[in-house]
């Protein structure tokens, strides 16, 4: 499912030229820049506020769009609009490769597309003009050169801002929303604690914007050259297209997940964090398997520890879905709801500290996250001072499938599950939220997973942050090839957490797996499930699952058995971050 507000928006009729909005005027422009070795025009609309000069100056807001969109999809000129009508001079373009912008898409390399918007802070500051010779002299400025500026936008127009601030120290507040830490995780995820070899690849999600890469120049017809590559690589910088290609060979030659993802994770906020210095307002969506709440877990982990200003909001909506609906209290930057959303109010708020540099302004706790069980809309977020740790344990007897809450409740015994050459386990599609089609529920075909289930609860119990769990099991097959050459021939399983109700429907938490390429069946390892906010009511049990497979993800190469044994002393262990014990 993609209903993301700022993650797919396909290209719209472009502004006019020049237009007048009541309370500002926008003004199309483009800007040639020096990106990846290329030289290449940028489309850009800039938002100037009525009564907005070199005597009434004004901080400005720079975004660009989601992967696939342009300056002009309803969510990006939105945040033109909607910060230009609060007093914002605001400067809205096309990424490199989309829109009529040229250049070729490089996955928002701080080295080619931040250094692009690096050339519009350029224009920002008023040490250049645009090409037909327009300048702005009514940026606030803290300095010679150093306009007062932010940038705000989600998904591919979230990770350009932290390129953009990795680069260009002049930026001065980020709100980067429902974004990637590191691509080699968010496409090819492995959530084994050891990442040295690759994981299960994102098959779906990758090839749906890979083919909306590939075809930007027939969705925008041009014949800039700048946008062309070569006949097996039209639009994306060719580091990109073969990291897709090797992904979609099933095949890791090199053993081991670093060489082959190199690229990814170098155009990755992972790769350069270290270089943002501007206070950063993270936003992450809970309903999101494209980019879950562990991206900006990591993200916000780092900032923090390194000293850069960092705050953390878990909202409802992300790729795969959620609450967009003003009413609901969520943010929905279309409808320009950000005075009565909580997200929105915040945002603002950043802004006002940041770019205003009001000092009184109180910018909200450090952590906050939406409860979909609160039907009141001014209620729905709960905060905190930090992500909740771990807290309770439970236990995998596999002698009788059950979650114990004590070690000595465990049941000695083992149970087997086997995989088979085609995908037996759905948990999303997201190639029928591209064309328009239904999802089907999540399932499991019984031989070819394994669940453990606790009792019915006793009180609800509302699990906010990433579980974890501690496995080990048996898989002879595996264990005769692991070490080959090609990472493929290592184990590969799936983890998950149900919620059944009394009635035994199941839920599979906001559609949510852990892929996991095993480092090695011989020994025990830790695996990170996605981030998640959810309150289990009482009388429901929680059921955890390991499956063979999913038909979102490549999975194992050939046949391989597993085995799960349980005793007192030696068993699997859940952990979960409760709050509210």
């Known amino acids: 499912m993609v209903a993301a507000p700022l993650a797919l928006a396909a290209p719209a009729t472009a502004e006019p030229q020049t237009k007048q909005a009541g309370e500002y005027t926008v003004t199309a422009l483009k800007f040639t820049v020096q990106a990846g070795g290329r030289s290449c025009v940028v489309d850009a609309d800039l938002y100037r506020p009525a009564g907005v000069d070199a005597a009434h100056t004004a901080p400005a807001v720079l975004a ?19 910060f230009a009508a609060r007093g914002y001079v605001g400067l809205v373009y096309s990424g490199l490769g989309f829109g009529k912008s040229g250049c070729l898409v ?235 959303s909580y997200v929105g109010k915040r945002i603002l708020a950043w802004f006002d500290r940041y770019l205003q540099h009001k000092k009184d302004v109180d910018t909200g706790p450090a952590f906050a996250y939406y409860r979909d069980w609160i039907t009141d809309p001014g209620q729905t977020y709960a905060t905190a001072q930090s992500v909740p740790a771990l807290s309770r344990k439970l236990y995998l007897s596999s002698g009788d499938g059950k979650l114990v809450d004590n070690r000595s409740k465990v049941a000695r015994g083992s149970r087997e599950y086997r995989n088979w050459l085609i995908p037996t386990s759905h948990s999303e599609s997201s190639l029928a939220g591209l064309i328009g089609l239904p999802d089907p529920a999540p399932r499991d075909t019984a031989g070819t997973y394994l669940g453990w289930t606790s009792e019915p609860l006793t009180r609800t119990t509302d699990v ?18 692991q070490n080959s050459d090609d990472a493929a021939d290592k184990l590969v399983l799936f983890a998950k957490l149900y919620d059944i109700a009394p009635d035994g429907t199941k839920t599979l938490v906001h559609r949510l797996v852990a892929p996991v390429r095993v480092p090695d069946v011989t020994r025990s390892f830790t695996v990170s499930l996605p981030g998640i906010v959810h309150r289990y009511e009482k009388g429901h049990r929680l059921q955890f699952v390991i499956a063979a497979s999913d038909d979102a993800y490549g999975g194992n190469k050939g046949i391989k058995p597993v085995t799960v044994t349980s005793a007192p002393k030696d068993t699997g262990v859940l952990e979960l971050p409760v709050v509210g014990q």
Request: hydrophobic share 35%; glycine share 12%; net charge negative.
């Open 64 to 82: 660009t769009n989601g992967f696939g969109g342009s300056k002009s999809d309803g969510s990006t000129d939105a945040i033109g609009k909607a």
């Open 106 to 340: 490089s996955l928002d390399d701080p080295r080619v597309d931040g250094a692009a918007a690096s050339g519009l802070v350029d224009f920002l500051a008023g040490t250049r003009a645009a090409d037909d010779g327009t300048k702005a002299d009514y940026v606030t400025k803290d300095g010679r050169g150093d306009p007062r500026v932010g940038m705000i936008g989600g998904s591919y127009g979230g990770a350009i801002q932290l390129a953009t601030a990795a680069v260009d120290h002049r930026v001065d507040a980020l709100v980067p929303m429902i974004t990637w830490n590191d691509l080699a995780y968010s496409l090819d995820p492995n959530n084994a604690a050891d990442r040295s070899v690759p994981g299960a690849f994102k098959w779906q999600w990758t090839n749906g914007f890979y083919l909306i890469g590939e075809g930007q120049p027939l969705l925008e017809p041009s014949l800039d050259p700048s946008r062309i590559n070569k006949l097996t690589c039209l639009h994306f910088v060719t580091d990109a297209c073969e990291t897709i290609s090797t992904l979609n060979s099933g095949r890791y030659p090199s053993g081991k997940a670093g060489p082959m993802l190199d690229y990814a994770r170098s155009v990755s906020p992972v790769s350069y964090l270290k270089q943002v210095k501007a206070p950063t307002l993270l936003v992450q969506g809970q309903s999101d398997s494209l980019f879950n709440l562990n991206e900006a877990q990591a993200t916000y982990g780092t900032l923090k520890a390194q000293g850069t200003t960092t705050k953390m909001i878990w909202q409802s909506w992300g790729h795969s879905g959620g609450l967009t609906d003003p009413a609901s209290g969520e943010l929905n930057l279309a409808q320009g709801n950000l005075e009565t």
């Open 464 to 481: 906010v942050g990433s579980p974890k769990a501690t496995l080990k099991v048996v898989s002879p097959r595996t264990e005769r090839v």
